[in-house]
């Protein structure tokens, strides 16, 4: 069965950085477009970012200004974000999610890693 | 950018059936999906598409979508519907993925 589990999240202090990794199973992970999708506590989801499965094409969410990057490693099975210059606003919980086959949405989530930027 | 507003909470008694909106500027234009999320676990789709269900999803959890408003109906509630609902679509103006701010159902 598809499975999804996200890594590395911690407490950082504010300006610090972080890598999740989000290690996929039970599908053939180099054929999916994947996301990150955040949530800080108490509060709705957001969209981060969205890799495709060749890994050539990459969105972003606005809020982030260039400080987060994603990749994957389809050797691996493995998708990536680095977050820089992380703010008391990016505490959440992020989620990887695979993209349906359509692209537009999200038919399978990670449990989710925790991230808490504070001094 | 594309904005969804969902209603911040419902109620439904046991048995009866629940509605919750997302609307949109001429949302009807757009496929939209829904979310289920219990407390403390991750999402899970129960719509896609405006209105088909992945698999093992019951029968009981419905969608439509038209104009400016799009709807998930949950007939014959359950106490374990008791979750919040998101909406979620693709703004193709923006590559962006955007969601409702998230409905609150409460089972009586």
């Known amino acids: 069965q598809v499975q999804l589990v996200e890594s590395g999240g911690g407490l950082v202090k504010p300006g610090g950085s972080l890598r999740l990794s989000c290690a996929a199973s039970?599908?053939?992970?180099?054929?999916?477009?994947m996301s990150w999708i955040r949530q800080a506590p108490g509060k709705g989801l957001e969209w981060v970012s969205y890799i495709s499965s060749g890994g050539g094409l990459i969105y972003y969410a606005d809020s982030l200004k260039g400080r987060f990057t994603i990749s994957r490693d389809n050797a691996k099975n493995s998708l990536y974000l680095q977050m820089n210059s992380l703010r008391g606003e990016d505490t959440a919980v992020y989620y990887c999610a695979r993209c349906t086959s359509g692209r537009d949405a999200f038919d399978f989530w990670g449990q989710g890693t925790m991230v808490t930027v504070s001094s | 950018s594309y904005v969804l507003t969902q209603p911040p909470s419902v109620s439904v008694a046991p048995g009866q059936t629940a509605r919750i909106t997302c609307g949109g500027n001429n949302i009807g234009s757009k496929s939209v999906h829904w979310y289920q999320q219990k407390p403390g676990q991750a999402p899970v789709m129960v719509v896609y598409d405006d209105s088909d269900r992945p698999s093992g999803i019951p029968e009981r959890f419905s969608g439509s979508n038209s104009g400016n408003t799009a709807t998930l109906t949950i007939s014959r509630v359950e106490a374990g519907d008791e979750a919040d609902y998101y909406c979620q679509v693709w703004d193709s103006n923006s590559d962006h993925w955007v969601f409702g701010g998230g409905t609150k159902l409460t089972v009586l």
């Open positions: 039970g599908f053939s992970f180099s054929d999916y477009y």
